[in-house]
């Protein structure tokens, strides 16, 4: 059971909205089911002779009271409105059970408490199966507002015990972390200009990617403006700096004039507080330096995600909060810099876990910069990374797993059910990726008398797991891994020993899949040295990427659909 808490200043405004045919005709039965006085509240829906003005002039009766003794102003956003709705596939419920679930919410939020005989007027609507429109004016009889600090969050509470004893689908509570959800005006313009998500959402979701992968709070506003969004920023009066930030869509007006969102209001993590703690507020001078070895940044960000892993085991919940947070940096950059028809699914995962890097636990980024700093040079890859790119899948994909499982363990319902849906995912995208991989491997596996010298190998270097290594319909594919190793400069034996220390080959399903990303990922230890001998003589690097570029290349699809004659704002 849902609640959607909001404000406004029009009683019957919202009104002619609950009783009306509805935005498509899906009102059907539009009628009060419980109301601060069910005899003094007059019904549109079932009297002939009520109307829509007789029944917001009774709800008003205190509003009206209140704003003669302000001169004639009514107060400032007195309207109350909270639907609330039941998930799919819970039961139908009565006109009866309504209205008590009516009753308890506005008795929890202080809209009415029980036996309060002064409380604000309120009526429930219903005009569907599977929910209410509760409104309220909020004027108490005695002229006083109500006490309604924090009413969101305590409908929340009271729809969980509702659930428990309605029999209802027992939905996750929240911690105050989720980002705002857009308003039913929001959703109805959406649907008006032909967009599959709101501008909120919209914005969201740029904002989340640009942050990913710019060095500098500087940069994150310029590259944002680069994509075409408006970006207004508050100066504080006395110290003349930036204290705050609104976004507004490309083409998305009211009135003529730009819809703007703040930061916080798009998501908690995006306030300007929340950047200004893992960006720094200058232009960041430390730009990546590649030596000519452009499988670099996946490398580094293959090794910093399976370190993650370890970390959130260590106990720490601060640090490993922070090493969440980067991982989300990582998922977005992952997904900007593959190409492929798994890039989809990649794109996915990061807007799903953009959930689950939130949590009420304060994250210490600051023990996290290693993996931030690998998400950040990933930002900058340029080069396709073949193997080596799905071993950043992989290791992604248990990392994912492991957030969910740590989540869990600390009751936080939401964000582990948005690290299981990145999984799914990231699985998906991972399968379409590996797939024709491991089979070109297979089919390149080396002769029978090296296969049988690499069969030897394993079951001396990991005795325990050999016998489930070698059954493994990929094991073609690893002794193919291995040659390539062995050429590359590597001892098998060892490295088999070293890529099998980590934890995931006891859990694994398919330990052969586990050692093959991971062999892949070790460096070419022949190439490594003649690059060392050679720009020992010569230093040679390669400029990055800029960040509006990498960052604006994500984009490209909504730009292209813009410049057709698309949707106002780009989406």
């Known amino acids: 059971m849902v609640p959607d808490v909001s404000t406004g200043s029009s009683t019957l405004g919202l009104i002619n909205y609950l009783f009306g045919p509805g935005r498509r005709d899906e009102h059907t039965d539009p009628h009060i089911v419980a109301a601060w006085d069910m005899a003094g509240a007059p019904d549109p829906g079932r009297e002939h002779e009520a109307t829509y003005s007789q029944l917001a002039r009774r709800l008003d009766h205190h509003v009206d009271l209140r704003s003669r003794e302000l001169g004639g102003h009514k107060p400032p956003q007195h309207v109350w409105h909270c639907?609330?709705?039941?998930?799919?596939?819970?039961?139908?419920?009565?006109?009866?059970?309504?209205?008590?679930?009516?009753?308890?919410?506005?008795?929890?939020?202080?809209?009415?408490?029980?036996?309060?005989?002064?409380?604000?007027?309120?009526?429930?609507?219903?005009?569907?199966?599977?929910?209410?429109?509760?409104?309220?004016?909020?004027?108490?009889?005695?002229?006083?507002?109500?006490?309604?600090?924090?009413?969101?969050?305590?409908?929340?509470?009271?729809?969980?015990?509702?659930?428990?004893e309605f029999g209802l689908r027992r939905l996750k509570s929240g911690d105050l972390t989720a980002p705002p959800t857009p308003t039913g005006a929001e959703r109805?313009?959406?649907?008006?200009?032909?967009?599959?998500?709101?501008?909120?959402?919209?914005?969201?979701?740029?904002?989340?990617?640009?942050?990913?992968?710019?060095?500098?709070?500087?940069?994150?506003?310029?590259?944002?403006?680069?994509?075409?969004?408006?970006?207004?920023?508050?100066?504080?009066?006395?110290?003349?700096?930036?204290?705050?930030?609104?976004?507004?869509?490309?083409?998305d007006t009211a009135q003529g004039k730009p819809v703007w969102y703040g930061g916080s209001k798009l998501a908690p993590d995006l306030s300007f507080n929340r950047l200004r703690e893992r960006l720094p507020t200058q232009d960041a001078t430390d730009r990546p330096q590649y030596i000519e070895d452009p499988h670099m940044p996946w490398r580094r960000a293959e090794g910093a995600v399976r370190t993650a892993h370890i970390v959130l085991d260590l106990g720490d919940d601060d640090v490993a909060q922070g090493h969440l947070d980067a991982f989300g940096d990582i998922l977005h950059n992952l997904a900007r810099a593959t190409h492929g028809p798994h890039r989809a699914e990649l794109q996915a995962a990061a807007m799903a876990f953009n959930r689950a890097r939130r949590s009420a636990i304060r994250a210490d980024h600051q023990a996290a910069a290693s993996l931030r700093g690998a998400a950040k040079e990933l930002a900058y890859a340029t080069h396709q990374p073949g193997g080596l790119g799905i071993a950043l899948i992989f290791a992604a994909l248990h990392l994912?797993?492991?957030?969910?499982?740590?989540?869990?363990?600390?009751?936080?319902?939401?964000?582990?059910?948005?690290?299981?849906?990145?999984?799914?995912?990231?699985?998906?995208?991972?399968?379409?990726?590996?797939?024709?991989?491991?089979?070109?491997?297979?089919?390149?596996?080396?002769?029978?008398?090296?296969?049988?010298?690499?069969?030897?190998?394993?079951?001396?270097?990991?005795?325990?797991?050999?016998?489930?290594?070698?059954?493994?319909?990929?094991?073609?594919?690893?002794?193919?891994?291995?040659?390539?190793?062995?050429?590359?400069?590597?001892?098998?034996?060892?490295?088999?020993?070293?890529?099998?220390?980590?934890?995931?080959?006891?859990?694994?399903?398919?330990?052969?899949?586990?050692l093959v990303w991971r062999i892949t990922a070790q460096p070419n230890k022949r190439l490594q040295a003649t690059r060392s001998r050679s720009t020992m003589a010569t230093p040679i690097v390669s400029a990055p990427q800029p960040a509006s570029t990498a960052v604006r290349e994500q984009s490209a699809d909504r730009s292209q659909r813009q410049a057709r004659g698309g949707p106002r704002h780009g989406r």
């Open 83 to 164: 639907p609330v709705r039941t998930a799919p596939g819970d039961r139908y419920l009565s006109d009866h059970e309504w209205a008590e679930v009516a009753r308890r919410i506005v008795s929890a939020t202080g809209i009415a408490p029980e036996g309060d005989e002064k409380a604000c007027r309120w009526i429930a609507v219903r005009h569907a199966d599977d929910h209410i429109h509760i409104l309220a004016t909020t004027v108490r009889a005695d002229g006083r507002r109500p006490r309604t600090h924090r009413d969101g969050q305590r409908a929340q509470k009271e729809c969980r015990k509702i659930e428990v």
């Open 188 to 251: 109805a313009k959406a649907e008006r200009q032909g967009e599959d998500v709101t501008a909120r959402e919209w914005l969201r979701e740029q904002a989340y990617a640009v942050a990913a992968a710019v060095r500098s709070v500087d940069d994150y506003f310029t590259v944002l403006t680069t994509l075409g969004i408006q970006v207004k920023q508050r100066i504080g009066p006395e110290s003349g700096e930036v204290t705050g930030y609104s976004l507004a869509a490309p083409g």
């Open 400 to 514: 994912a797993r492991a957030a969910a499982n740590w989540h869990a363990q600390r009751g936080d319902q939401q964000q582990a059910a948005a690290a299981e849906q990145a999984l799914l995912h990231l699985r998906t995208g991972y399968q379409q990726a590996s797939e024709p991989v491991l089979a070109d491997l297979s089919r390149r596996a080396p002769g029978q008398q090296t296969v049988d010298r690499f069969e030897s190998t394993v079951r001396k270097a990991i005795p325990d797991h050999a016998d489930q290594i070698l059954a493994d319909p990929v094991w073609p594919a690893l002794a193919t891994t291995l040659a390539r190793a062995e050429t590359a400069g590597h001892n098998p034996r060892q490295l088999l020993s070293e890529v099998a220390a980590e934890r995931e080959l006891d859990t694994a399903d398919s330990p052969a899949q586990v």
